[in-house]
């Protein structure tokens, strides 16, 4: 029992202490004429969440998170259904190493190599060139919800670029939920006629999905709280990570950088409860 | 297990291989842009191929002082977190108590939930009480999210320990250390090394929970993202890159081959 003590109190004085700090904090409000912080409970600043303004950002980061999240589990599924399949072990533990790694470098720099792949006259632009298919970054860039002035600044390359950084997070717990799939599973169902296809979408993929949950935490998770790389990529229009940053920052308003700090957090907690009644801790 | 079966198609292949080419391609050009002979912009291809950028990225005396920053910082909240998160994966491990499922779900969240929420959090909280923010905000706030990494690593490994050799080595008449160096130590301590330079890495490379935890002076990843937005000898960013990366890289690759092996002998 001793040994649980200064863990746990480290979790829970500074961890949730800290957490209890902020919620406290989120019940103060800005005086308007001033810009002081006047210290009495209200629920004043929250109800500014109802503002079209800030509605909007909730709404985009959500929507962007989402959308990171479900191009995530496409391009994971290849790579994690062929490391389940049909590798050697020894290759196995290669690839896990070789998807792995890349979450260990520091995600700054990788976000920073694409400020260079999709630079004006870069490598993007270049190979899309010699393949004669440089006409897709215009239709990209005036496509509606999406487009953007060049690719570095459109909503386009903010999606592809969060999607890299956290490819890996999806590819490794997919790839866990895959390879518990028993192989007599996949021949029932084609023994008993089903297509290849149908056998994919009521066989594999609902037993896929602990692992596509698990990895959805993560790529959910880290791009709705973010403020970095929107300011590197992206529109001008905030996210809810950016809005968290200014208003304490530049803006001075830390009850309501408090607020979008807590609908990030019951965001993702109500998203932990779903995870783990789908059963996603056991495959992360 | 599943058995292997008969070889993927080609469809297949080729998409997987060219997800892996996505996840390392970006990385090579990191590499390549230290090397261009442009200041200010990334055509491609390069038009020339310079090593000079690599002495004015070593003549910034900002940049070694940022490095060391980083190190420290790492330091301090791996060994917080080697402690903190060593004993309660013993702690857990042994015992069962009441409140232990709800603790494991506690434990997560440092990881689980967005990092802004834990860099806020300590920051409003710290200054609530009027405390100065600076180099021991960033090593509590580091530490908090490093204590999982270590916790989940030395947790999952005496899983795997058998309970019986604890009790074997008790009814042949070991003391309680005896049985710890002798039996726990020899299968747990390279969980802790790795879940050390684990630690190590996610506080090095850190920058959200940093940005607001932070006092005037930056840490590495702080001083790359400052430098993004310089016009001017831009590959110099790309060579403090490639050593952010370096620092991490190998010793993780050991980190992560300590754990695999047992892993697949289970």
Same mark, same amino acid.
């Given at each position: 029992?001793?040994?649980?003590?200064?863990?746990?109190?480290?979790?829970?004085?500074?961890?949730?202490?800290?957490?209890?700090?902020?919620?406290?904090?989120?019940?103060?409000?800005?005086?308007?004429?001033?810009?002081?912080?006047?210290?009495?409970?209200?629920?004043?600043?929250?109800?500014?969440?109802?503002?079209?303004?800030?509605?909007?950002?909730?709404?985009?980061?959500?929507?962007?998170?989402?959308?990171?999240?479900?191009?995530?589990?496409?391009?994971?599924?290849?790579?994690?259904?062929?490391?389940?399949?049909?590798?050697?072990?020894?290759?196995?533990?290669?690839?896990?190493?070789?998807?792995?790694?890349?979450?260990? $470098?520091?995600?700054?720099?990788?976000?920073?190599?694409?400020?260079?792949?999709?630079?004006?006259? %870069?490598?993007?632009?270049?190979?899309?060139?010699?393949?004669?298919?440089?006409?897709?970054?215009?239709?990209?860039?005036?496509?509606?919800?999406?487009?953007?002035?060049?690719?570095?600044?459109?909503?386009?390359?903010?999606?592809?670029?969060?999607?890299?950084?956290?490819?890996?997070?999806?590819?490794?717990?997919?790839?866990? $939920?895959?390879?518990?799939?028993?192989?007599?599973?996949?021949?029932? $169902?084609?023994?008993?006629?089903?297509?290849?296809?149908?056998?994919?979408?009521?066989?594999?993929?609902?037993?896929?999905?602990?692992?596509?949950?698990?990895?959805?935490?993560?790529?959910? $998770?880290?791009?709705?709280?973010?403020?970095?790389?929107?300011?590197?990529?992206?529109?001008?229009?905030?996210?809810?990570?950016?809005?968290?940053?200014?208003?304490?920052?530049?803006? %001075?308003?830390?009850?309501?950088?408090?607020?979008?700090?807590?609908?990030?957090?019951?965001?993702?907690?109500?998203?932990?409860?779903?995870?783990?009644?789908?059963?996603?801790?056991?495959?992360? | 297990?599943?058995?292997?079966?008969?070889?993927?198609?080609?469809?297949?292949?080729?998409?997987?291989?060219?997800?892996?080419?996505?996840?390392?391609?970006?990385?090579?050009?990191?590499?390549?842009?230290?090397?261009?002979?442009?200041?200010?912009?990334?055509?491609?291809?390069?038009?020339?191929?310079?090593?000079?950028?690599?002495?004015?990225?070593?003549?910034?005396?900002?940049?070694?002082?940022?490095?060391?920053?980083?190190?420290?910082?790492?330091?301090?909240?791996?060994?917080?977190?080697?402690?903190?998160?060593?004993?309660?994966?013993?702690?857990?491990?042994?015992?069962? @108590?009441?409140?232990?499922?709800?603790?494991?779900?506690?434990?997560?969240?440092?990881?689980?939930?967005?990092?802004?929420?834990?860099?806020?959090?300590?920051?409003?909280?710290?200054?609530?009480?009027?405390?100065?923010?600076?180099?021991?905000?960033?090593?509590?706030?580091?530490?908090?999210?490093?204590?999982?990494?270590?916790?989940?690593?030395?947790?999952?490994?005496?899983?795997?320990?058998?309970?019986?050799?604890?009790?074997?080595?008790?009814?042949?008449?070991?003391?309680?250390?005896?049985?710890?160096?002798?039996?726990?130590?020899?299968?747990?301590?390279?969980?802790?090394?790795?879940?050390?330079?684990?630690? @190590?890495?996610?506080?090095?490379?850190?920058?959200?929970?940093?940005? @607001?935890?932070?006092?005037?002076?930056?840490?590495?990843?702080?001083?790359?993202?400052?430098?993004?937005?310089?016009?001017?000898?831009?590959?110099?960013?790309?060579?403090?890159?490639?050593?952010?990366?370096?620092?991490?890289?190998?010793?993780?690759?050991?980190?992560?081959?300590?754990?695999?092996?047992?892993?697949?002998?289970?």
């Amino acid at each position: 029992m001793l040994l649980l003590t200064p863990a746990v109190l480290w979790l829970v004085v500074v961890y949730l202490g800290s957490i209890a700090g902020l919620l406290r904090q989120s019940f103060w409000s800005i005086e308007e004429f001033t810009g002081l912080i006047d210290r009495t409970f209200t629920f004043t600043t929250y109800r500014q969440l109802v503002e079209p303004a800030n509605r909007d950002i909730i709404v985009r980061t959500a929507t962007l998170a989402a959308s990171v999240t479900v191009l995530c589990a496409v391009l994971a599924f290849p790579l994690a259904y062929y490391m389940a399949r049909f590798v050697t072990p020894r290759m196995k533990t290669f690839l896990y190493l070789a998807v792995l790694m890349p979450l260990w $470098s520091s995600y700054l720099v990788r976000a920073l190599s694409w400020r260079q792949i999709l630079a004006e006259e %870069g490598v993007l632009r270049w190979t899309l060139r010699k393949l004669h298919i440089d006409g897709v970054v215009d239709v990209i860039l005036s496509a509606p919800l999406v487009g953007g002035s060049s690719l570095i600044s459109s909503r386009f390359s903010l999606v592809l670029v969060y999607t890299y950084l956290w490819l890996p997070f999806m590819i490794l717990p997919l790839e866990t $939920s895959l390879e518990r799939i028993p192989r007599s599973f996949l021949e029932a $169902s084609s023994d008993l006629g089903a297509k290849p296809g149908l056998t994919f979408r009521r066989v594999v993929l609902p037993l896929a999905k602990p692992g596509l949950v698990a990895g959805s935490i993560f790529t959910f $998770s880290l791009t709705l709280g973010d403020f970095i790389l929107p300011s590197m990529f992206g529109t001008s229009a905030f996210t809810l990570g950016q809005q968290v940053f200014v208003q304490q920052g530049v803006a %001075g308003n830390d009850p309501l950088a408090a607020v979008f700090t807590f609908v990030a957090l019951v965001i993702m907690v109500v998203y932990l409860f779903l995870a783990k009644r789908a059963g996603a801790f056991e495959a992360l | 297990m599943s058995a292997r079966s008969g070889s993927a198609g080609l469809g297949l292949r080729i998409c997987a291989f060219l997800v892996m080419a996505f996840l390392y391609l970006p990385l090579a050009i990191i590499f390549l842009y230290a090397f261009t002979t442009q200041s200010t912009s990334f055509t491609f291809p390069p038009p020339g191929l310079t090593t000079e950028w690599f002495s004015v990225a070593f003549r910034q005396s900002d940049m070694w002082s940022a490095l060391r920053l980083s190190v420290t910082v790492a330091t301090f909240a791996t060994a917080v977190s080697l402690l903190l998160g060593g004993l309660l994966a013993a702690a857990v491990y042994r015992a069962r @108590f009441f409140g232990r499922d709800a603790l494991a779900f506690v434990v997560v969240l440092p990881i689980a939930l967005p990092g802004i929420v834990t860099g806020i959090a300590l920051r409003s909280t710290v200054e609530q009480f009027g405390l100065p923010i600076g180099y021991w905000t960033i090593v509590v706030g580091h530490a908090t999210f490093c204590i999982v990494i270590v916790y989940n690593n030395v947790v999952a490994r005496l899983r795997r320990m058998s309970p019986n050799v604890v009790e074997a080595s008790s009814d042949l008449g070991a003391s309680g250390w005896q049985t710890f160096r002798w039996v726990v130590w020899p299968n747990v301590a390279t969980a802790i090394l790795a879940g050390g330079v684990l630690a @190590f890495a996610l506080s090095f490379d850190e920058i959200i929970v940093t940005t @607001f935890t932070r006092g005037s002076e930056p840490t590495l990843p702080i001083y790359i993202y400052n430098s993004l937005f310089r016009p001017r000898n831009k590959p110099v960013t790309n060579v403090v890159a490639l050593l952010a990366i370096t620092v991490t890289f190998v010793p993780v690759l050991i980190a992560q081959l300590l754990t695999r092996d047992r892993e697949s002998v289970r």
